[in-house]
Antibody
Framework: EVQLVESGGGLVQPGRSLRLSCAAS????????MHWVRQAPGKGLEWVSG????????GYADSVRGRFTISRDNAKNSLYLQMNSLRAEDTALYYC??????????????WGQGTLVTVSS | AIQLTQSPSSLSASVGDRVTITCRAS??????LAWYQQKPGKAPKLLIY???SLESGVPSRFSGSGSGTDFTLTISSLQPEDFATYYC????????FGGGTKVEI
């Protein structure tokens, strides 16, 4: 059974940093691209960032480019999101999601339950 | 970035109804489109990919069609468990989601 378990969310002040983690199990982690998708309270879905199977390719939404960094550790079956210079508008539930594909970014066939990030003073 | 516009933003329907949701892309995306279902407090679930391919385990009452800029998700006979919010998503140019369609009783 595929499982994605996010952690690392919490309350953080504007301008500070936070690192999210996602522990994956139930599938061959290094066979697939992975993503972070967020959802602000009461709002829709927004793709944040993606990373290919071997970290050779990464992508970011315009809203986070230059502030967030995605990475993965295939030996630990883990995905990460380093979030710097956080803003109030980054407040959201952050989902870890598995891609159907290994290299290019396509669709999300499995999702975690999310970790909540609240940016507020 | 490619914009996806869903319509309607919400709709009221009854069990047994045929429901159609539309997603329009700001430029052509071939068949690079998926549909997701999200229930309150839950993560989204993939229903359809490549515009018309049914994800494994998804009931056959769900179907998708379209290519280029205009796409539809159809639920042939709405069931109680189908009341949810539905999102389209494209990957032709980066990854973007539509604004969502809430299906209510």
């Amino acid at each position: 059974e595929v499982q994605l378990v996010e952690s690392g969310g919490g309350l953080v002040q504007p301008g500070r940093s936070l690192r999210l983690s996602c522990a994956a199990s139930g599938f061959t982690f290094d066979d697939y691209a992975m993503h972070w998708v967020r959802q602000a309270p009461g709002k829709g879905l927004e793709w944040v960032s993606g990373i290919s199977w071997n970290s050779g390719s990464t992508g970011y939404a315009d809203s986070v480019r230059g502030r967030f960094t995605i990475s993965r550790d295939n030996a630990k079956n883990s995905l990460y999101l380093q979030m710097n210079s956080l803003r109030a508008e980054d407040t959201a539930l952050y989902y870890c999601a598995k891609d159907m594909n290994w290299n290019s970014f396509k669709y999300f066939d499995y999702w975690g339950q999310g970790t909540l990030v609240t940016v507020s003073s | 970035a490619i914009q996806l516009t869903q319509s309607p933003s919400s709709l009221s329907a009854s069990v047994g109804d045929r429901v159609t949701i539309t997603c329009r892309a700001s430029q052509g995306i071939s068949s690079a489109l998926a549909w997701y279902q999200q229930k309150p407090g839950k993560a989204p679930k993939l229903l359809i990919y490549d515009a018309s391919s049914l994800e494994s385990g998804v009931p056959s009452r769900f179907s998708g069609s379209g290519s280029g800029t205009d796409f539809t998700l159809t639920i042939s006979s709405l069931q109680p468990e189908d009341f949810a919010t539905y999102y389209c998503q494209q990957f032709n140019s980066y990854l973007t989601f539509g604004g969502g369609t809430k299906v209510e009783i």
